[in-house]
C-alpha cells in the first residue's frame, strides 16, 4: 500500500516540485519504509514528536516543521531541522534566531499566511508580514532566512474557494518577493497543499506540497510516539 500510494504521489508532482512527506503520528518504521522507497524529506507538526524520531531514523533526512511551534519547545529540534515553515510572528524568528545562533546555524523559515476562512487556523496577514519584515529586530537576526511563506486552504469541498486561497499566498508571496526579496535567490518557496488538494495547489504555484495521509494512510490519533 505505502509503495503504491508514494508512487502515485510522486508521480503526479509538477516538475520542480518537491515533497514534504507529513510523518505525524506516523511511526519510524512506516517513515523508514517511505525513505526506502527514495523520500528524503519529511514533515512534523509537534516538536516532541520529531526530537522523538530524529535519532532513530538515517542523518540525511530533511526534517520540515509544518506545526504551531511554542517558543520553549525550538530547543528539540533547533540542532538539525532543515526548515520552519510555520513562523507566525516576529517573537518566535526571534526566538528561533536565538536557538540557531547557539547551535552555530542557519534556520530557513518561511512564513505562515492566514489564507483560510477558519479561525482556528495560525498564521499572519499582510500588514503583520510586513511589520515583521520591515522592522529593526529582523533586520539584526543574522540566524534564520526567510525562504517563502506557507498556507492551508479552508477544509472545505468548495474547489473554487480552495483556489482562490492558494491564488491569494500567491498573490502574498509575489507581493513580499518583490518589495524585500527582489535579488534573493533562497527566497523562492510557496508552500501549499495537502492530500487532498495538492493537484491544485499546484496549478496556483505551489513548489513545496506536505502530503501525509495519501501516502501514509489514516492517523491514528490515540498513538502515544513520545
Ligand atoms: C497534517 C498536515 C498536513 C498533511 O495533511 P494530509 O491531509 O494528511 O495530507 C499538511 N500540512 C500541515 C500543516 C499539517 O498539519
Given at each position: 500500500?505505502?509503495?503504491?500510494?508514494?508512487?502515485?504521489?510522486?508521480?503526479?508532482?509538477?516538475?520542480?516540485?518537491?515533497?514534504?512527506?507529513?510523518?505525524?503520528?506516523?511511526?519510524?518504521?512506516?517513515?523508514?519504509?517511505?525513505?526506502?522507497?527514495?523520500?528524503?524529506?519529511?514533515?512534523?507538526?509537534?516538536?516532541?514528536?520529531?526530537?522523538?524520531?530524529q535519532p532513530l531514523l538515517p542523518p540525511d533526512i530533511e526534517w520540515h516543521f509544518i506545526g504551531h511551534l511554542q517558543r520553549n519547545k525550538i530547543k528539540y529540534i533547533a540542532a538539525y531541522v532543515s526548515m520552519i515553515q510555520s513562523i507566525d510572528s516576529l517573537e518566535l524568528l526571534a526566538e528561533v534566531d536565538k536557538a540557531a545562533k547557539k547551535n552555530n546555524r542557519i534556520i530557513p523559515c518561511l512564513l505562515q499566511f492566514h489564507i483560510a476562512q477558519e479561525e482556528t487556523k495560525f498564521g499572519l496577514d499582510r500588514q503583520e508580514a510586513d511589520a515583521l519584515l520591515s522592522s529593526a529586530a529582523y533586520s539584526s537576526m543574522k540566524n534564520?532566512?526567510?525562504?517563502?511563506?506557507?498556507?492551508?486552504?479552508?477544509?472545505?469541498?468548495?474547489?473554487?474557494?480552495?483556489?482562490?486561497?492558494?491564488?491569494?499566498?500567491?498573490?502574498?508571496?509575489?507581493?513580499?518577493k518583490?518589495?524585500?526579496?527582489?535579488?534573493?535567490?533562497?527566497?523562492?518557496?510557496?508552500?501549499?497543499?495537502?492530500?487532498?488538494?495538492?493537484?491544485?495547489?499546484?496549478?496556483?504555484?505551489?513548489?513545496?506540497v506536505r502530503v501525509g495521509s495519501a501516502i501514509f494512510g489514516p492517523r491514528d490519533y490515540s498513538l502515544k510516539l513520545y
Open positions: 500500500m505505502l509503495e503504491d500510494n508514494y508512487k502515485k504521489v510522486k508521480a503526479r508532482l509538477k516538475p520542480g516540485v518537491r515533497l514534504v512527506a507529513v510523518s505525524k503520528y506516523k511511526t519510524v518504521e512506516e517513515i523508514r519504509a517511505v525513505y526506502d522507497l527514495g523520500q528524503r524529506v519529511f514533515g512534523e507538526n509537534k516538536a516532541q514528536e520529531m526530537h522523538a524520531k534564520i532566512r526567510i525562504d517563502g511563506v506557507m498556507g492551508m486552504a479552508t477544509f472545505t469541498d468548495n474547489q473554487t474557494q480552495v483556489r482562490a486561497e492558494f491564488a491569494s499566498l500567491r498573490a502574498e508571496f509575489d507581493y513580499l518583490s518589495r524585500y526579496f527582489p535579488q534573493a535567490a533562497h527566497f523562492k518557496e510557496i508552500s501549499m497543499g495537502m492530500s487532498d488538494d495538492y493537484l491544485l495547489a499546484m496549478e496556483e504555484g505551489s513548489t513545496l
